[in-house]
């Protein structure tokens, strides 16, 4: 029989041939693969994230039960008394140092401009003290000679006596000689009117500088005491702080009085404290014991040998677990509440009558800011220690910490401490706000810039400028971030503070700033970063709106900036938006410069300043992940809580990732 | 119709309307051209794309641009409003265009003011992604008029002008992207009268379009002739020779001939025209 004769259109049968696979099929194959090995990855990356991240609040539930077991949370309602009465204490404490060194600041800054001006003016004349030192060492060598030769009867034979004292009265006029240059070059050097400009608080009068001047010029560099003029400023000094101590010596009495009416309270504290950090330490330990234990007897379990079995069994068997008494540890706490209670009472009668007594208002502004501080902590002190001693009645070792709580206790704590000795707290907020704080000051700066230089390379730019500002923009993104956060510690941050401290910008709020690493630094430098990115997002948007828009708009007598207000900006609007959001998960991801660059204080920034806050340093999410993950064990709490940090992180550049994938298809189908 | 013009206080050249006035065209007899071009040569970069054009085109009359594609009558059409200058490296290097008497390549002109009087429609619509009343609103807004109940009063009229009316008098507050083909190219007509021009350019404004969509368009440009002069530009010669007054013929660059359009199509003077009429080139 013939084989049927093949149609025209039969599919031909490829030669290569690999597992029943002809090429078309393995080049799809392999295509497919790589596109769904990135799935798996993300998933992959996604599952190992939340299975660590996920298993912190059962243990961050168990190191709360832990606190309350163990008296620490009774023991840290006493803390926080303690901590608001050295809290108003402080205040007291400040306005009246304030009131002393108030009485003598003109003195005060008229020996800090001494001691600049001779600063400034060693360095002018660094050659001639230099050429007189030597000769005055020269001279004092030779005269301790003379004597060491003198001292021994007979002499040596060799140092002629008569040379050297000759030799010592010819140093002795070089020396008058050279102190005499010295002198003189120090006037003329005073002479140049540069000198008169001093970084001292006060600005000198004629004769202050004068006196100072003189003062200067007739200390030589081997003089043992200040010239008299700076020896009377010392001793005013001293006088009018004595006088002023005398003056307030009532605030000072009231002062040590404050002190003293809190140390009971810290008297009760301090055996409370160290018992319940016994206390806890003991549930460690147990802790850990039974832990090992568990795990020998999961070992015996799963060992397939009877030898080895047997041993793991009797290894199990000699670990003798210890049963925390907790109920016998904890009765010292509640055989305290009543003494608690007899402390506070008198504190607060005592503090009351005294806060009573304390004068209205300072004379200096220091005092008076510090002064109405105290006021206002002093009322909340008061309510504190009237409310404590109810919480500590109703406060009971062994209820259970609620688990909800102890979630929320992660996202609205306001401390992240580790590795102490008392009780580890993590708090997310504080780490949170660092990182909003630092990514709205960056998107603040980036926005107006980056959307601006886009629309000024996209419309109004020659082909020669866009060239030229394109290729400059696009290689910021070259630097690397560390680099970055080099540039921000070395420059950006003195320059910033040395801005800040100009007096006629003393009006902007956090001005002048007390940290060169902040918020704001670090926003300044993200901007920076994220500039770019956001730059050539919104200019390929901009580019990507038709043509035909600007010539119909050109067409009906519009301006060119008409144009681009009304009709480029707006037909781009969604574009520019998911550029920015894109920039905004740029800024919130970046590590390296906050980590160098925000300060690292983990507290939640005092928002009392208003906008001032920018001044003050943070930590971020991404920075306290890449600075502790180093040092912590793995499988730890501290782990588990960075992993959680981490996993927040990703649902943040998530969301923006997918918003602005949102806003662009919405704007696509627009067109 | 230029006095009423709301935007002519913003008028930086006052000789444009002042010539308006002297050379408005008599009563009488045929009227003097709108648009004198005079031996224009027009360079993109190094490349000649017109070269010694000299055209008169007559005020309230529809001119039609014939030639195939690459002829150069598109360019000379975006040369009357300034359009060639967002090119770069395009200019008129020989000539003169004057519009109304002036020369539109004078330095005292500026183009934006001369587009307000020179609109025009492009061959594929471009409805900005607004709504169709911000369409029309939008050159009177450029121009600064903002009174709410005279922008309703030119949006009306234009629209009415542009037979758009009754279809979208009450949706105009819907995005003018909703409209069908026909309609947003009607809108565009609509949006270049709004800003009451002299001159109305057309550049190929029904290549696009289905056949009924042309015809309505076809007859909403007989029907403005009346008041605007037009210049269309179309690659449909039955067009040509239904909607216009004059034809005029481009070939590589050069004005072969032009004339009045019974003329053209009839009875052309050169060989080179009746070919193309004819199709027999092109």
């Known amino acids: 029989m013939n084989a049927p004769e093949p149609n025209p259109f039969t599919k031909k049968r490829d030669r290569i041939q690999i597992l029943g696979l002809n090429r078309e099929s393995m080049l799809k194959y392999f295509f497919g693969g790589n596109a769904s090995l990135a799935i798996v990855v993300l998933s992959l990356i996604c599952i190992f994230l939340a299975k660590e991240a996920l298993q912190f609040f059962p243990s961050h539930h168990r190191g709360l039960q832990l606190y309350r077991l163990s008296g620490q949370e009774f023991v840290d309602y006493l803390e926080d008394e303690s901590r608001q009465h050295k809290k108003a204490a402080g205040y007291l404490a400040r306005a009246y140092y304030g009131e002393i060194n108030a009485s003598s600041k003109r003195e005060q800054g008229l020996l800090v401009a001494y001691e600049e001006l001779s600063e400034r003016l060693e360095r002018e004349t660094s050659k001639e003290a230099l050429l007189f030192n030597t000769t005055f060492e020269n001279l004092l060598d030779l005269q301790f000679e003379i004597e060491d030769s003198e001292s021994e009867e007979d002499g040596a034979e060799s140092f002629d006596i008569e040379a050297a004292k000759a030799e010592v009265t010819a140093l002795t006029t070089r020396l008058e000689e050279r102190r005499r240059t010295l002198r003189e070059r120090k006037t003329d050097a005073l002479k140049d009117p540069g000198m008169r400009e001093l970084d001292s608080p006060i600005s000198l009068s004629e004769t202050e500088f004068q006196n100072i001047a003189e003062a200067i010029i007739t200390t030589d560099p081997d003089a043992e005491d200040d010239a008299p003029h700076i020896q009377e400023l010392n001793r005013t000094i001293d006088d009018k702080k004595a006088a002023a101590e005398a003056e307030y010596q009532d605030l000072f009495t009231q002062l040590e009085a404050f002190r003293a009416a809190g140390r ?222 080099f540039f921000g510690i070395a420059v950006l941050g003195t320059t910033l503070r040395e801005v800040s401290q100009l007096e006629w910008l003393a009006w902007v709020p956090g001005f002048p700033m007390q940290e060169r690493l902040n918020v704001l630094n670090a926003g300044l430098l993200l901007a920076f970063m994220a500039i770019p990115t956001v730059f050539t997002l919104a200019e390929d948007a901009l580019n990507n709106v038709p043509r035909s828009f600007t010539e119909g708009s050109l067409a009906l007598g519009a301006t060119k900036v008409q144009t681009i207000l009304r009709i480029v900006v707006p037909g781009a609007l969604s574009g520019i938006i998911a550029a920015i959001l894109l920039g905004f998960g740029r800024i919130i991801g970046e590590t390296m410069v906050v980590l160098l660059v925000a300060g690292g204080s983990i507290s939640l920034p005092d928002f009392s300043e208003g906008i001032g806050v920018i001044t003050q340093p943070v930590h971020t999410m991404t920075g306290i992940i890449a600075q502790e993950t180093g040092e912590v064990d793995q499988g730890s709490i501290h782990y588990r809580a960075l992993f959680l940090l981490g996993m927040v992180l990703f649902s943040i550049s998530l969301l923006i990732n997918y918003s602005a994938q949102k806003i662009v298809f919405k704007y696509q189908l627009a067109r | 119709m230029l006095l009423e013009n709301p935007n002519s206080s913003l008028m930086e050249t006052p000789s444009l309307e002042e010539d308006a006035v002297h050379t408005s065209p008599s009563d009488s007899g045929e009227s003097a051209p709108i648009i004198d071009i005079e031996g224009v040569d027009f360079h993109y970069g190094k490349s000649k794309a017109l070269s010694d054009i000299t055209l008169a085109i007559p005020e309230k009359q529809v001119t039609a641009f014939i030639g195939p594609s690459g002829c150069g009558k598109s360019t000379l059409l975006r040369c009357l409003n300034r359009m060639n200058d967002l090119i770069e490296g395009a200019q008129i290097s020989k000539g003169v265009i004057r519009i109304l008497g002036t020369d539109i390549y004078d330095p005292t002109v500026d183009p934006i003011e001369l587009r307000k009087h020179v609109g025009m429609v492009f061959q594929k619509s471009n409805p900005f992604p607004k709504t169709i009343y911000d369409n029309v609103a939008y050159g009177l807004r450029v121009g600064g008029l903002t009174d709410k109940h005279g922008l309703d009063e030119i949006v009306e009229r234009s629209l009415r002008s542009a037979a758009l009316w009754d279809e979208t008098k009450d949706r105009l507050k819907d995005n003018a992207m909703g409209l069908s083909g026909g309609q947003q190219q009607r809108l565009c007509i609509a949006r270049a009268i709004a800003v009451q021009p002299k001159i109305i350019l057309m550049d190929e404004p029904c290549s696009a379009l289905d056949p009924i969509a042309t015809m309505r368009i076809e007859k909403l440009i007989s029907e403005l002739k009346s008041d605007y002069t037009i210049v269309i530009v179309t690659h449909n010669m039955q067009q040509a020779s239904r909607v216009s007054d004059r034809t005029a013929l481009f070939y590589l660059g050069e004005l072969v001939e032009e004339g009045t359009t019974e003329q053209i199509f009839q009875n052309p003077d050169k060989k080179e025209t009746e070919d193309y009429i004819s199709g027999r080139f092109g």
């Open chain 1, 264 to 485: 009971p309270l810290d008297e009760l504290i301090g055996p409370l404290r160290d018992h319940a950090r016994t206390t806890k330490e003991r549930a460690v330990a147990a802790e850990t014991l039974r832990k090992g234990k568990e795990a020998l007897l999961a070992g015996a379990e799963n060992a397939r040998d009877p030898e080895r079995r047997a041993e793991f069994l009797a290894d199990a068997e000699a670990i003798e677990l210890e049963e925390v008494p907790y109920d016998e540890l904890n009765q010292i706490f509640y055989d305290n509440i009543d003494a608690h209670h007899a402390v506070t009472s008198q504190m607060m009668r005592d503090l009351e009558q005294l806060g009573s007594q304390v004068v209205a208002s300072g004379q200096t502004t220091i005092a008076q800011t510090n002064l109405s501080r105290f006021r206002e902590e002093l009322p909340e002190l008061l309510t504190m220690l009237g409310e404590t001693n109810d919480k500590l009645k109703a406060w009971r070792h062994d209820t259970p910490f609620p688990f909800l709580p102890s979630v929320l206790a992660f996202f609205t704590g306001k401390d992240w401490v580790t590795n102490s000795s008392w009780h580890d707290f993590y708090g997310f907020l504080p780490l949170f706000t660092g990182s909003i704080l630092i990514s709205l000051i960056a998107l603040i700066v980036t926005v107006p810039f980056s959307v601006g230089a886009a629309i000024y390379v996209n419309q109004i730019a020659g082909w020669r400028e866009q060239n030229l500002i394109k290729p400059v923009v696009e290689f910021i993104q070259a630097i690397p971030s560390i680099v970055l956060g």
